[in-house]
């Protein structure tokens, strides 16, 4: 992972959440991407630098290992 200014990054959330305050949202980066909490957004996000580190969290979230 590595260091992002999150007042750079464009924020979504998932059209599936919309009615929910829980969840997560993700932002595009150059090769990776970076999730905060909806609920505690000043408290930064986590920003992986490339689609390999993405996937094994995807995959890790997936399996409730997270």
Do not use: I, P
């Amino acid at each position: 992972m590595y260091q992002t200014d999150q007042n750079e990054l464009t924020f979504r959330k998932s059209s599936y959440s919309a009615t929910q305050n829980d969840c997560v949202e993700v932002a595009h980066l150059s090769r990776g991407a970076a999730v905060r909490d909806t609920k505690s957004r000043e408290l930064g996000h986590l920003a992986f630098a490339d689609a390999h580190e993405w996937h094994a969290f995807l995959a890790s979230a997936r399996h409730a290992d997270v």
